[in-house]
């Protein structure tokens, strides 16, 4: 069964502001390409064949010319997401996508980077549902998990007091039988499908696992525009002092399909 990817591209971007007022942020620059390339190279560089993009029906065009241009291999196919009603809501969308498939989920504004990140995607979809985490020093506005055991206790939506070092990632892996839990749940107070209510849900069924990014590798939740600048600054300065590209799509798929 071939590997199946959803990659997030939705939201409103809301600390982005006044400029995703017009422009989804997905397609502002980091560096030389677009936002979305980068996570967009992960899920080929973890060997996924069928890669569904869920966004707004404004942006889907866009995001078509884009690729259509990139002469990949790798198939795509586009989802309209109307309303952002939360990365769950995404998921639930692509049920017709995804069939009988376990999948990858990823935001489309998380930018990875490290030597051994196709392996360790690849350890992640071995361990069925997981999420990834990274060790941070300020976890300040991020999601949170807590471990007991070597086991996952709970996961907190960004928490005003310190919980650990561990925060998750947009990267998950789960089991096509998650989608029935997904149709099932309720809208939290904002109006959304939350992945950190999935995810706890999972937990109490004791079939969430992890996998812990290690030293060497980095992670940028670039949702702001110190985030942009600094993922930019990074991109620049690995580029010049190797000379390979980063997200270079085309490259990563003769490599890693």
């Given at each position: 069964m071939k590997k199946k990817g959803i990659l997030l591209a939705g939201g409103l971007g809301t600390r982005l502001s006044p400029i995703t007022d017009v422009v989804n942020k997905h397609f502002l620059p980091i560096y030389n390409k677009p936002l979305f390339f980068y996570p967009l190279s992960i899920l080929i560089m973890g060997g996924v064949e069928e890669i569904q993009i869920v966004s707004d029906e404004k942006?889907?065009?866009y995001f078509k010319k884009?690729?259509?241009?990139?002469?990949?291999?790798?198939k795509f196919f586009y989802q309209i997401q109307k309303k952002p009603l939360g990365i769950v809501?995404?998921?639930?969308?692509?049920?017709?996508?995804?069939?009988?498939?376990?999948?990858?989920?990823?935001?489309?504004?998380n930018?990875?980077?490290?030597?051994?990140?196709?392996?360790?995607?690849?350890?992640?979809?071995?361990?069925?549902?997981?999420?990834?985490?990274?060790?941070k020093k300020d976890t300040k506005g991020f999601g949170v998990a807590k471990l007991q055991r070597n086991k996952l206790k709970k996961i907190?939506?960004?928490?005003?007091?310190?919980?650990?070092?561990?925060?998750?990632?947009?990267?998950?892996?789960?089991?096509?039988?998650?989608?029935?839990?997904?149709?099932?749940?309720?809208?939290?107070?904002?109006?959304?499908?939350?992945?950190?209510?999935?995810?706890?849900?999972?937990?109490k069924k004791k079939i969430l696992n992890y996998y812990n990014l290690g030293r060497g590798s980095v992670w940028l939740d670039a949702g702001s525009f110190d985030d942009l600048l600094k993922a930019s600054e990074f991109v620049k300065i690995i580029q010049d002092r190797s000379g390979f590209e980063i997200a270079d799509l085309n490259e990563i798929e003769k490599n890693y399909l």
């Open positions: 942006s889907i065009p884009i690729i259509s241009k990139l002469n990949l291999k790798t809501d995404g998921i639930i969308k692509s049920k017709k996508f995804l069939k009988k498939s376990d999948f990858i989920l990823m935001l489309g504004d930018f990875f980077y490290g030597q051994y990140l196709s392996q360790q995607i690849n350890e992640l979809f071995k361990k069925n549902n997981a999420v990834l985490l990274i060790k907190y939506e960004k928490p005003k007091k310190f919980i650990s070092n561990n925060v998750v990632t947009g990267l998950y892996v789960y089991n096509n039988n998650v989608i029935n839990i997904c149709e099932k749940m309720k809208p939290s107070r904002r109006g959304e499908l939350e992945v950190t209510d999935l995810n706890n849900i999972l937990i």
